[in-house]
Nanobody, 115 residues
Framework: QVPLVESGGGSVQAGGSLRLSCAAS????????MGWYRQAPGNLRELVAR???????NYADSVKGRFTISRDNAKNTVYLQMNSLQPEDTAVYYC?????????WGQGTQVTVSS
């Protein structure tokens, strides 16, 4: 059983919006810090946004004011609302769960933004 499954990726034009979802199973979601990362071809994987178990959030400077991370503990799901998308946001987006000393990754979902 895959603990994290992302969905919601796709292709949009610049200025458009997408909402990514990451559904967790088999892990203690309520105590997990959840994060969205992205990796573009030739680049290192980078943090996009993170939300603690208590709901505190932090964002990469490049997405502040455009992206919003949220979580629904009743649904074991974390979301990433992405607005005003730009071509430089094109990447594979990964969900990560941090629980005590363990990390779990999803398989990734492709986001492509055309100009």
């Amino acid at each position: 059983q895959v603990p994290l499954v992302e969905s919601g990726g796709g292709s949009v034009q610049a200025g458009g919006s997408l909402r990514l979802s990451c559904a967790a199973s088999g892990i203690a979601f309520r105590i997990a810090a959840m994060g969205w990362y992205r990796q573009a071809p030739g680049n290192l994987r980078e943090l996009v946004a993170r939300i603690s178990s208590g709901g505190s959030t932090n964002y990469a400077d490049s997405v502040k004011g455009r992206f919003t991370i949220s979580r629904d503990n009743a649904k074991n799901t974390v979301y990433l609302q992405m607005n005003s998308l730009q071509p430089e946001d094109t990447a594979v987006y990964y969900c990560k769960a941090e629980i005590k000393y363990s990390n779990y990754w999803g398989q990734g979902t492709q986001v492509t933004v055309s100009s």
